[in-house]
């Protein structure tokens, strides 16, 4: 059983959409495989975007805490809030279906309250100069826990009716 199973691609798509419109995050839907399954593209600031279109940077920080996180949802299963090395807020529920691990469903992208982006390491990583991380990241919104668990929630809530 794969994602496409319970809801075509244009349904994982339209949830992503309302995912972001609910919390402001950027939202995504990854298989078991931990593979996008849609192409919606969304942002909850200003940097994500900076760190994505870098090769180093999506493969350093976004693919490795998609990774990460992910297993977390599977072994646990459930959801998980962590924060990846670049110090976003990252959650996401497990879709799990007749005992089987299909992927997961969640957002990133905003600071967990009293969090900071680690502005040296993203820098490390991606070329980017500091002073310009710091810059973006001024901006960048924060989320409390309490926040956070409501978003997951939601996601739960939506997965539950699937």
Same mark, same amino acid.
């Given at each position: 059983?794969?994602?496409?199973?319970?809801?075509?691609?244009?349904?994982w *798509?339209?949830l992503?959409?309302? +995912?972001?419109? =609910?919390?402001?995050?950027?939202?995504?839907? =990854?298989?078991?495989?931990?593979?996008r399954?849609?192409?919606?593209?969304?942002?909850?600031n200003?940097?994500?975007p *900076?760190?994505?279109?870098?090769?180093?940077?999506?493969?350093?920080?976004?693919?490795?805490?998609?990774?990460v996180?992910?297993?977390?949802?599977?072994? *646990?299963?459930?959801?998980?809030?962590?924060?990846?090395?670049?110090?976003?807020?990252? +959650?996401?529920?497990?879709?799990?279906?007749?005992?089987? =691990? +299909?992927?997961?469903?969640?957002?990133?992208?905003?600071?967990?309250?009293?969090?900071?982006?680690?502005?040296?390491?993203?820098?490390?990583?991606?070329?980017l100069?500091?002073?310009e991380?710091?810059?973006?990241?001024?901006?960048?919104?924060?989320?409390? *826990?309490?926040?956070?668990?409501?978003?997951?929630a =939601?996601i739960?809530?939506?997965?539950?009716? +699937?």
């Amino acid at each position: 059983m794969i994602l496409t199973d319970i809801m075509p691609v244009d349904g994982w *798509r339209k949830l992503e959409e309302e +995912l972001h419109a =609910f919390s402001h995050m950027n939202s995504c839907v =990854f298989d078991s495989q931990g593979r996008r399954i849609t192409d919606y593209a969304n942002w909850g600031n200003k940097l994500c975007p *900076r760190i994505k279109s870098n090769p180093q940077g999506l493969q350093a920080i976004c693919a490795c805490a998609n990774q990460v996180i992910a297993r977390h949802a599977e072994q *646990r299963q459930d959801a998980v809030l962590e924060e990846c090395d670049a110090g976003f807020a990252k +959650l996401v529920v497990p879709v799990i279906r007749e005992g089987q =691990f +299909l992927g997961v469903v969640g957002c990133c992208g905003l600071l967990l309250d009293g969090s900071h982006i680690e502005s040296d390491y993203v820098s490390r990583v991606t070329g980017l100069p500091v002073t310009e991380i710091e810059d973006l990241a001024v901006s960048i919104p924060a989320i409390s *826990r309490q926040r956070a668990h409501e978003i997951i929630a =939601f996601i739960q809530k939506r997965l539950t009716a +699937l």
